[in-house]
C-alpha cells in the first residue's frame, strides 16, 4: 500500500521559515517524479514545485520562486519543501504527490500525479 505522509506544518509569522517533509513508502521513490502542490481557503488546489527523479531538475510556480526550494534524499524516502520568507498568502494546506510518468515536463497538472498524501495545514500570520 503506497503511502505518502506529510509533517512539518504549522503557525509561523510572516517572514518566518518551515520545512515540510514527506515520507513515502514507495517501493521504487528514485523512479517517481515528486512534486508539492497546496490549496488554499476556499481556493483550488494549485501547483507549488515539482523534481524529477534524481533530483537535480526542479520548477517552481512563479508566486514561491527565490523563496521555496523543494529537494529529495532518495536513500530515506523523503521529499522536502523548504519554505522562506513566508507570506500570509502562502496559507494553506500542502500536498505532496508522485508521479510515475515523468513525460510533459514540468509536471504542474493535478491528473499526472498517480498518488496523494493527506496534506498538511501551513498557516502564515501578518
Known amino acids: 500500500q503506497v503511502q505518502l505522509v506529510e509533517s512539518g506544518g504549522g503557525l509561523v509569522q510572516a517572514g518566518g521559515s518551515l520545512r515540510l517533509s514527506c515520507a513515502a513508502s514507495?517501493?521504487?521513490?528514485?523512479?517517481?517524479?515528486m512534486g508539492w502542490f497546496r490549496r488554499a481557503p476556499g481556493k483550488e488546489r494549485e501547483f507549488v514545485a515539482v523534481i524529477n527523479r534524481s533530483g537535480g531538475n526542479t520548477y517552481y510556480a512563479d508566486s514561491v520562486k527565490g523563496r521555496f526550494t523543494i529537494s529529495r534524499d532518495n536513500a530515506k524516502n523523503t521529499l522536502y519543501l523548504q519554505m522562506n520568507s513566508l507570506k500570509p498568502e502562502d496559507t494553506a494546506v500542502y500536498y505532496c504527490?508522485?508521479?510515475?510518468?515523468?513525460?510533459?515536463?514540468?509536471?504542474?497538472?493535478?491528473?499526472?500525479?498517480?498518488?496523494w498524501g493527506q496534506g498538511t495545514q501551513v498557516t502564515v500570520s501578518s
Open positions: 514507495l517501493r521504487t521513490f528514485s523512479s517517481y517524479v
Open positions: 504527490a508522485a508521479a510515475s510518468v515523468g513525460r510533459n515536463w514540468p509536471l504542474m497538472r493535478i491528473y499526472q500525479y498517480d498518488y
